[in-house]
């Protein structure tokens, strides 16, 4: 990672006001001898050729981008580095005013990697017992009701052991950067990501299990869609995306991915509980910063 030679740079494929800054961003690393691709619109079997031979990709976008440019280099062990033009962006590292700095820090080297673990996900069908879609997700996988506001009942497994039924709106597999995200919404526990745990944590659950559950990597987790179930649609969901839909005795296995999300960081190490707590308590944040740039007199006054 001494050496970026070939670094390619991907707008949000749906936010096209994200293209300008993606074009500036390569511009600006030609303009310093890197080899770089651009793409502006796009879909990932449109750029995996020219991420399996990259050093590096840089996501221009928020949350989202990232979670979809980390399933698209994972399988080739390419970092990505994050510049947000998004809402939150808490997964980003570059806000889009601090990019001259970061890219000068980039080409010295100056950076550190951080891994977080995936998860991989299997849909089978129970009537010829055949997996008919596998996926890997950063942040989470949830399966539960489609469009009809009406609770499904999902059998959970631990390595083939029965734990409980819920009877929920859904149920979040989620790995430690999904723990800060729609899990984290419904009263999930946060994870720092150099955790690597699996948390299971229900939905809007009704007179069943409403309690979160965190397991080991080597776990394996199984979710059928119960017997009791009625004709309600159950969905499958990875990273927000929709994946699969499940009928009557249909699974979905959940264990931790053989891939890794890679992202470039830096800031210190240590940085994500101050990043998740300045979201938290936007105030609090607000205070400190007043704190830390204030003189002795300004802080009498107040």
């Not at 698209?72 to 997964?91: Q, S, T």
Request: charged share 25%.
């Amino acid at each position: 990672m001494n050496t970026l030679q070939t670094i390619g740079v991907l707008a949000h494929p749906y936010r096209p006001a994200t293209a300008p800054l993606a074009e500036k961003v390569a511009a600006s690393l030609r303009a310093k001898g890197k080899a770089v691709w651009l793409r502006t619109a796009w879909n990932p079997s449109d750029v995996q050729a020219n991420v399996a031979k990259s050093d590096l990709v840089i996501a221009i976008g928020g949350d989202g981008a990232m979670l979809r440019t980390a399933r698209l280099c994972a399988p080739y062990g390419v970092p990505i580095l994050g510049v947000n033009a998004g809402h939150l962006g808490f997964l980003t590292e570059v806000a889009q005013d601090g990019w001259e700095e970061a890219e000068a820090r980039l080409l010295k080297g100056d950076f550190w990697l951080e891994h977080r673990m995936m998860l991989r996900c299997e849909i089978w069908n129970k009537q010829d017992n055949r997996c008919q879609t596998t996926e890997d997700a950063l942040n989470d996988v949830v399966i539960g009701r489609g469009a009809i506001a009406r609770s499904v009942y999902l059998d959970a497994y631990i390595n083939d052991i029965w734990t409980t039924t819920y009877n929920a709106d859904g149920v979040i597999i989620a790995t430690p950067t999904g723990s800060t995200a729609y899990a984290l919404a419904v009263g999930g526990p946060l994870l720092p990501p150099k955790l690597k745990n699996i948390v299971i944590v229900p939905v809007a659950p009704h007179l069943s299990m409403d309690r979160s559950i965190v397991i080991s990597e080597e776990d394996k987790i199984r979710i059928n869609v119960a017997p009791r179930h009625s004709e309600l649609e159950v969905v499958v969901t990875i990273d927000g995306e929709l994946i699969g839909s499940l009928n009557i005795g249909d699974y979905v296995l959940i264990s931790a991915s053989e891939r890794v999300s890679s992202f470039v960081r830096m800031r210190e190490d240590g940085y994500f509980f101050r990043s998740i707590l300045d979201r938290l308590e936007p105030r609090l944040a607000v205070q400190r910063h007043y704190d830390e740039n204030s003189s002795a007199d300004e802080y009498k006054e107040r």
